[in-house]
């Protein structure tokens, strides 16, 4: 790929890094740094002493890229070039040039510190500013102490303030590829469209009919509305007359789309024909399409935020930063003079957008994150003192170690506990690693690898939901227990069940409106997830048998008991009527059960008075998600553990001492906690 930007630059490129421990390069996305940045370190030699790393932020870039790099040095992927995702790993011993997601390569440095098998760590795509990306920058800086002779850093991106990472690793150099960026005219709308997929429909048909070839690019928000716009423009341009105007393929493009259809957008058009790619911003700079001259874009994205002070996570659609609306522009001047199509006035670009997008570690929460970095014991590391590219507030770090400390992943002086450190070692989130912890001394560990596998894969299993595919699915699982009134987890497993009683009959998914490709997923991340369970445990996993119904009753009460240990951050109580429950915990909110959810009243017309929640998301109320009905005597041990927090002793002395916790905790223990005809 020689008439790549970047290729000129080669000698250059290879000469800096020989002389410099941390390079920063800065090119025009597109530019070839995460193509041929990992083929120039290799041809220089780099692979010799070993691995050449390039982390992605997205699992989808880290593929694609693998793939084409593959190709580009006709090797098999799996060999030379290979890549490695949560959960799927294509690499072998004969890979040097391994792509990788920056979560997998936080992940290998937890068994190996050193990372000793890589001589070059790539962090690519650090604009994007992801919290697995910030965080390696600050392990960066310390292994390259540890590492000077024998490791080289380079971190790339399209946008970011350069002098910013260059001051942060010490002045390092900072390479810039001069882009060949044409010029791009922007064309503002008067006012902001009240439906922007309507309008950007309109805008697409308008260019294909009225402008010379050239592909077009829209942004839209998700899979939705991408989804939405690509039937829309399919109905319009089929209506087109024959011959009235070229034809025109239009190609959806997000991060959920099967990997087959995403290289689609890779491919050049047929002669005389118009592609109309709508994406989301995964085509803003993790994915380059060539090809394209007309840009529409929303001025949206979506994104998930968390707040440290509700423990909500809400998923947004904002308004883009300045840096990123100039990114989408840029993409319509790679191959010649284009145009964007701005679908807001500009007074909204200058005086609404950011100038630069957040970074992921001041919007995400930081459970996993904190005990992640607790977890490698590094005597010089100290997780309210490390060395961030840009700081979190304390607020949220703080928020971290107390929910870390109600699942006992850390103790009251905020140091990890041998629990904690095995929770690190799963790739889940804490909620679910801790669930495993103790579903494994209640003999339930294969539920619990089954929910915490469907959890994992939730957003590519289920097709359409409706209440006649809910039905036919609940025929279909005649055969076991009713658990709709124990809540979603529980429905999770049973699905897995049923499907497992059919020896993974694909027909079944089908039939039971479940992605075929997602259900796969989930039987290969549950098999992963055992491996790593047995080797933590280093004892056999504790499996209990399922037969009878008090045999499944028995195995799922030990699991969402287990749930209850996991989750107990997450926990409310029943309130007011209905649905209606209250958060308790660190901070009390009135929340109710997601309309998704299955949980139903029992036989006596009663939601449960405790339940557990997957997350608290805002839709526009607080609601939460996938939730599993728990008992008032697991809760007990758990409002007295709440009632001991010390957060300041927590976070080692440092910060302001807090007060009480918002809303007055419950006084359970108090309360008659022998049910009676329930056996604990
Ligand atoms: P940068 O990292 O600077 O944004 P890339 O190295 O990703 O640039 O892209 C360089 C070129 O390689 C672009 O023209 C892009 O279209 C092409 N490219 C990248 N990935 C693939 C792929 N999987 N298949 C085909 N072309 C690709």
């Known amino acids: 790929m020689a008439n790549l930007p970047i290729s000129q630059y080669e000698e250059k490129i290879v000469e800096t890094v020989d002389k410099n421990p941390v390079v920063v390069l800065i090119g025009e ?28 932020p997205r699992r989808v870039a880290a593929v694609s890229v693998a793939r084409r790099v593959a190709y580009e040095l006709g090797v098999q992927l799996g060999e030379e070039v290979g890549y490695a995702i949560r959960f799927e790993d294509r690499t072998s011993e004969n890979t040097r040039i391994k792509y990788l997601t920056d979560g997998v390569l936080l992940r290998e440095s937890l068994s190996n510190p050193e990372l000793n098998q890589y001589s070059v760590i790539i962090l690519d795509e650090a604009h994007e500013r992801s919290l ?85 690019l829209i942004f839209a928000t998700g899979q939705d509305d991408i989804e939405k716009l690509v039937s829309n423009l399919e109905d319009k341009v089929r209506a087109f007359e024959e011959g009235s105007c070229m034809d025109a393929i239009i190609l959806p493009l997000h991060g959920s789309l099967p990997p087959e259809l995403q290289v689609r957008v890779f491919s050049p058009p047929p002669p005389n024909c118009r592609r109309i790619i709508v994406a989301t911003n995964i085509a803003e700079t993790s994915l380059t399409v060539d090809g394209v001259v007309y840009v529409i874009d929303s001025g949206y994205v979506k994104q998930r935020q968390y707040n440290p002070s509700t423990g909500m996570y ?100 905020g140091a990890i506990t041998s629990i904690g450190q095995k ?40 097709s359409v939901q409706s209440s006649k595919t809910e039905k036919k699915r609940k025929h279909n699982m005649s055969n076991l227990p009713d658990g709709s009134g124990l809540g979603d987890h529980i429905q999770l497993l049973q699905i897995y069940e049923c499907w497992d009683q059919t020896d993974y009959d694909i027909g079944w998914c089908k039939d039971n409106n479940l992605k075929v490709r997602g259900m796969l997923f989930v039987k290969d991340v549950r098999k992963q997830l055992a491996q790593i369970m047995q080797k933590i445990s280093k004892v056999p996993l504790d499996v209990q ?15 969402r008991k287990a749930l209850c240990v996991g989750y107990a951050n997450q926990l409310a109580e029943r309130k007011l009527h209905h649905n209606g ?14 309309p998704s959810s299955v949980l139903r009243q029992d036989e006596l017309g009663k939601f449960p008075d405790y339940v557990v929640y997957h997350e608290l998301i805002a839709t526009p109320r607080p609601c939460m998600r996938n939730v599993c009905a728990v008992e008032m005597r697991w809760v007990v041990p758990i409002i007295n553990k709440l009632k001991t927090l010390d957060v300041h002793k927590l976070s080692g002395g440092i910060g302001d001492i807090e007060e009480e916790p918002e809303g007055k905790l419950p006084d359970l223990a108090k309360k008659d906690v022998d049910i009676p005809g329930v056996p604990d």
């Open 29 to 56: 996305t597109g530019s070839g740094k995460s193509t041929q940045l990992s083929q120039m370190l290799r041809r220089r030699g780099y692979t010799k002493s070993g691995v050449i790393g390039v982390t992605q």
């Open 132 to 216: 697995n990306t910030d965080i390696l920058l600050g392990l960066m800086k310390r292994l390259i102490k540890i590492r000077s002779s024998n490791l080289k850093v380079l971190v790339t991106s399209a946008t970011l303030d350069g002098d910013k990472v260059s001051k942060f690793f010490s002045d390092c150099p900072i390479l810039t590829i001069p882009g060949k960026l044409y010029p791009v005219e922007i064309l503002y709308s008067k006012e902001r469209p009240s439906n922007y997929v309507e309008s950007a429909t309109k805008t697409a048909l308008d260019i294909h009919v009225k402008e010379p070839e050239g592909d077009i």
């Open 314 to 413: 809400s998923l947004d659609i904002v308004q883009i930063s300045k840096v990123q609306a100039n990114q989408r522009a840029g993409r319509a001047g790679r191959t010649r003079p284009g145009t964007c199509y701005r679908l807001y006035p500009s007074r909204v670009y200058h005086d609404e957008f950011l100038d630069v997008t957040v970074p992921e570690i001041q919007r995400s929460s930081l459970a996993g994150s904190v005990l992640y970095l607790k977890s490698l014991n590094l005597p010089d590391i100290d997780i309210l003192k490390f060395d961030f590219l840009d700081p979190p507030s304390f607020e949220s770090l703080q928020d971290a170690l107390k929910q870390l400390y109600l699942i006992d992943a850390i103790d009251e002086d």
């Open 423 to 462: 929770m690190a070692e799963l790739p889940l989130e804490p909620s679910l690693s801790r669930t495993l912890m103790e579903a494994n001394n209640y003999g339930c560990i294969s539920q619990a690898l089954t929910v915490a596998a469907m959890l994992s894969a939730e957003t590519t299993l289920l």
């Open 545 to 559: 048998a399922n037969g009878t119904v008090e045999e499944f009753h028995r195995g799922y009460r030990n699991l």
């Open 581 to 594: 429950y209250r958060t308790l915990g660190f901070k009390s909110q009135v929340v109710q059960v997601h």
